[in-house]
């Protein structure tokens, strides 16, 4: 092709880029963030421009027929009157000259759980803890990829459980699954959690079919299911690899490590304990949900539907470092081997807490920066960059050192808690964890008698006002 003909083909492609670009609605903005009316809900600066975002989504619920949603600029707004399987784009022009292709997109409003009268009956007031099939096998999945073998502490690697996953699975690390999913790590690791977590609304029949589970449309907060996509090439890499042979073949070795969870963490006192202290969040049955592969990725989901909640913890098995068997005794390991699942189960109660309309502007204000709370560079930047995080996590930490108070060995506290502060301080870059954690232990153990840490919470958010 000469010179010529490229600078026409060139020019001509523009021409229709551009002309395509016109045709779409353009809301023009000379600030940074937007405001949405979603259906009858006003969400101030809920939405940041983002022109590398090709395009960026706003996905909203749609109950009925359709919704009217309205993105509100300083100068200008767009409306939108949304149906559900159907998308909306139009064009963001910041100060007149940066351009950020935006859309919204209408999903059905299906509950992510629907518990019937038969689920509620058998799960009331009880407790499980499992390593499921289909969840399993995507961890398997996870560990093949090139992400997954590095040393980076999403698989826990020195077990013999590990070595026989390698042995079983090696020859299977080219399927599209597992380089799908490397994509996945590789890209951004946080969209890795909601794939993990929605494994579990997968179930795997006698047969070996994977098929969707009768009570979970999904497990990650989004609209959707993110693994459904990945189900063909799921199911293709379990029947080829014998998957669910391997998964009996361990079934003696996964109930030994339900059984520790079950009887060695203290998960009945933990359940009771964050019950009594936050009392507005009860729930009438947990999970633990969990895999021998699982390293330091940790999340929680809670669900309420046809009056019954329920809420869950995914995380890994609490295996033991060789220093913290030299550094403390066998009744204070034992306290903090629950950590792992105490301080996922503790974002069922102190979520919904934080969330209350009572704390919300105390906590706007006191995060409006979070520099002066997170270490940008370290996870605390990385990961927990809102105010509603940020204080979330803080709080999560600052929980687990109540708990030792009550439950571990009085001669130990000094140091579980002196661990947690450094490891939350130094390590994550939570900056002022070790500040505040030392006045919440104050506030806690001069409480009044019968106050719960609910109780204590205007004082918490005050504290971080005043700190800010």
């Known amino acids: 092709m000469n010179m010529k003909r490229s600078i026409s083909l060139f020019l001509l492609l523009t021409v229709i880029t551009n002309s395509f670009a016109q045709k779409l609605p353009v809301l023009k903005s000379n600030r940074l963030s937007l405001d949405i009316r979603d259906g009858d809900k006003l969400r101030k600066n809920r939405w940041n421009i983002d022109s590398k975002t090709k395009p960026d989504i706003f996905e909203t619920t749609i109950d009925k027929k359709y919704k009217w949603v309205t993105f509100i600029s300083d100068v200008d707004s767009i409306r939108f009157k949304v149906k559900a399987g159907k998308s909306y784009p139009f064009i963001v022009v910041l100060n007149e000259k940066d351009s950020a292709y935006t859309r919204i997109d209408g999903i059905k409003n299906i509950p992510g759980a629907q518990f019937n009268r038969r689920y509620v009956t058998s799960h009331d007031q009880k407790s499980f803890v499992e390593i499921p099939q289909v969840y399993e096998l995507f961890n398997i999945i996870s560990a093949l990829t090139a992400y997954g073998r590095k040393d980076n502490g999403l698989i826990i690697k020195n077990t013999k459980y590990y070595e026989q996953v390698l042995q079983w699975f090696d020859a299977y690390k080219d399927e599209p699954v597992v380089k799908k999913t490397e994509q996945i790590l590789a890209g951004n690791l946080m969209a890795f959690v909601p794939l993990k977590m929605d494994a579990y609304a997968f179930e795997m029949n006698g047969n070996g079919k994977i098929t969707q589970s009768k009570v979970y449309d999904r497990i990650n907060t989004g609209r959707v299911n993110t693994l459904k996509p990945f189900l063909a090439e799921l199911q293709s890499f379990s029947d080829k690899s014998g998957f669910q042979r391997f998964y009996k073949e361990n079934t003696s070795f996964y109930n030994d490590q339900i059984r520790i969870y079950k009887d060695s963490i203290g998960l009945q006192e933990m359940q009771k304990w964050l019950t009594y202290h936050f009392p507005s969040a009860k729930y009438n049955s947990f999970k633990v949900i969990f895999s021998p592969l699982a390293g330091n990725i940790q999340s929680a989901a809670w669900f309420e539907n046809n009056g019954f909640k329920e809420a869950q913890a995914h995380v890994n098995f609490p295996y033991r470092n060789i220093e913290d068997e030299k550094d403390f005794s066998v009744a204070a390991l034992k306290v903090k081997d629950g950590n792992i699942v105490f301080t996922e189960l503790n974002h069922s109660f102190i979520n919904p807490e934080g969330k209350k309309p009572s704390y919300q502007k105390s906590l706007a204000k006191a995060f409006s920066d979070l ?98």
């Open 371 to 468: 520099s002066v709370w997170n270490e940008k560079t370290k996870p605390a930047g990385q990961y927990y960059n809102n105010a509603y995080a940020c204080f979330n996590e803080y709080m999560n930490w600052g929980l687990t050192s109540l708990r030792y108070l009550d439950y571990a060995p009085a001669a130990e506290q000094g140091k579980l808690i002196a661990n947690i502060e450094k490891k939350q301080s130094e390590i994550r870059g939570f900056k002022k964890f070790g500040l505040f954690n030392q006045y919440l232990i104050k506030i806690y153990r001069n409480r009044a008698k019968g106050q719960t840490i609910a109780d204590l919470y205007p004082l918490i958010v005050k504290w971080f006002e005043d700190n800010k």
